[in-house]
């Protein structure tokens, strides 16, 4: 509008802009504003603030970055503020090494952090799941001489949890609890949620109990990762009884009985039967209810529970039922084709991936391997090797998973050749496992070809993998049939300690 009557804005002018743009997160226009005026004017401190600040609100951790490089290298003074914009850009594009490497800078530059800055630099780390740099974090902010708040602790907590440390989220809630800072329900469901990830039920159902005695109610959050934990140790009978002590209170939701189905899908617990009664009791209170509603995750978890017992036609029929009621998704679609697999019902399997273009979903490597393996258990190479190839024309990349299935289906079609060639080519990747080996020994073994299998279990040994009973047996046979004793001999003695029992 100044334009428009001849005037030039001055720099209060701009800065002023620029911080409405901020606040309506209209960062381009902020960086716009921000060129404009430089032909004219410089730009300030407080100007480029409320520029970083507009880029931090928009996600745009790049040109954070890049406006605060243009600052301290025009000779400006940066503030914890500046820094703290920054740092949260950084927080929020989940970019973890820029943000510790600003909260050094911010050092280098003699600026007084704050808890808030650290704050943000953990949160980065929670976000990509670094525990261990968010535990650093953590120990610079005390060496810092600051004092750790709420937030602190519920994202490192988180962060720990992410990466499977319930001991260390523990010892963190304990320690809060002996510094006299009341712990808040956020915090005990974060320290519940990372013994779920670790299995640790009965830990979690300590916590629970612990609740009331802190003067804290639980929610219904609460309670699903406590079902979560029992479910990931095979608890159903505990998992269950969490699910009808909310249906009593009429809060259950579908996370609740998803957390149910999938405690009995566990081998330790094999309980499909339950598990199919569950998903019943689930359709039922959802047609007596305006909020509770079945869904994918739900059906998913009874569709795994009945392919890790052997019940595929369950699956099946599960499966079918999600059509038209439920909308599929990938995950549902690979819970189904797993089930078919573990039951090694591979024409199914394939048909299944088929039929997914048709649902309007696409493959991820996950279906592929599921379906390649169930091809390669049969020992239809023919048809794991063409999945094998239609996944790599699909854009995605055979992982370590893929390979081994397509040996393996080799190795059962008395195709060493090939079982020999994709075990090289695999290995100039520099990724091979125990089973990999193990498939294409055994494959060149079968087809006499002793010494390839004895130069495989060599390379095996190489790289330093431990073998594996059906890699030491094969090559027992293979040194029998070279006629070398002593090495028979080494080899059978390791087979003999790989089959015996672990002491506890």
């Given amino acids: 509008e100044l334009e428009l009557q001849g005037l030039t804005a001055d720099l209060v002018s701009v800065n002023s802009c620029i911080s409405v743009c901020a606040r309506a997160s209209q960062w381009q226009r902020g960086l716009d504003l921000l060129r404009e005026a430089a032909e004219h004017l410089e730009p300030s401190v407080i100007t480029y603030s409320a520029c970083i600040s507009a880029c931090e609100r928009g996600g745009e951790w790049q040109h954070s970055l890049c406006l605060l490089a243009e600052l301290l290298a025009k000779g400006l003074e940066a503030d914890v503020i500046l820094f703290g914009a920054a740092i949260n850009a950084c927080q929020r594009g989940r970019q973890w090494p820029h943000a510790i490497a600003l909260l050094s800078l911010l050092q280098d530059h003699s600026i007084e952090s704050n808890t808030v800055i650290y704050n943000s630099a953990i949160s980065a780390c929670e976000k990509a799941c670094e525990w261990q740099a968010a535990a650093c974090l953590l120990d610079g902010l005390f060496q810092a001489g600051l004092q750790a708040d709420v937030i602190t602790y519920s994202a490192t907590m988180t962060a720990f949890g992410q990466g499977e440390r319930w001991q260390s989220a523990l010892m963190l809630l304990h320690a809060v609890r002996d510094e006299d800072m009341q712990p808040d329900l956020v915090m005990y469901n974060t320290a519940i949620s990372a013994c779920a990830r670790g299995g640790c039920w009965l830990e979690a159902m300590v916590l629970l109990d612990l609740l009331p005695q802190v003067h804290l109610r639980p929610e219904v959050i609460t309670y699903n990762a406590v079902a979560s934990a029992c479910a990931s140790a095979g608890r159903w009978e505990a998992a269950l009884s969490i699910l009808e002590a909310l249906r009593g209170k009429d809060l259950a939701t579908a996370a609740s009985y998803g957390a149910a189905i999938s405690a009995c899908a566990t081998e330790k617990a094999g309980r499909w039967q339950q598990a199919l009664l569950v998903l019943q009791m689930l359709r039922e209170d959802s047609q007596r209810s305006e909020v509770l509603s079945a869904d994918a995750v739900a059906?998913?978890?009874?569709?795994?529970?009945?392919?890790?017992?052997?019940?595929?036609?369950?699956?099946?029929?599960?499966?079918?039922?999600?059509?038209?009621?439920?909308?599929?998704?990938?995950?549902?679609?690979?819970?189904?084709?797993s089930a078919c697999e573990k039951c090694e019902k591979w024409q199914q399997a394939c048909f299944l991936l088929a039929e997914m273009g048709g649902f309007g979903i696409r493959p991820n490597a996950v279906t592929f391997n599921a379906a390649v393996s169930a091809c390669g258990a049969a020992g239809e190479w023919e048809y794991s090797l063409s999945l094998f190839q239609k996944m790599q024309l699909s854009g995605l990349h055979p992982d370590t998973i893929s390979h081994n299935a397509v040996i393996t289906a080799f190795e059962a079609g008395c195709q060493w050749q090939m079982a020999w060639q994709l075990l090289w080519e695999r290995e100039q990747g520099g990724s091979c496992d125990v089973v990999g080996y193990s498939s294409a020994i055994s494959a060149c073994y079968r087809a006499r070809s002793w010494q390839r299998a004895l130069l495989l279990f060599q390379r095996l040994e190489e790289r330093q993998l431990e073998a594996n009973a059906v890699?030491?047996?094969?090559?027992?046979?293979?040194?029998?049939?070279?006629?070398?004793?002593?090495?028979?001999?080494?080899?059978?003695?390791?087979?003999?300690?790989?089959?015996?029992?672990?002491?506890?």
């Avoid at 369950?314 to 038209?324: D, N, P, R």
Wanted: aromatic share 6%.
């Fill in 471 to 504: 890699a030491l047996g094969a090559s027992v046979a293979a040194c029998e049939a070279g006629n070398l004793g002593q090495e028979a001999a080494r080899l059978l003695a390791n087979l003999q300690m790989a089959a015996a029992p672990k002491r506890q």
């Fill in 299 to 337: 059906f998913g978890a009874a569709i795994s529970t009945c392919g890790n017992c052997g019940q595929w036609e369950y699956a099946l029929h599960i499966f079918s039922e999600m059509q038209g009621h439920i909308d599929l998704d990938v995950v549902a679609c690979n819970a189904v084709i």
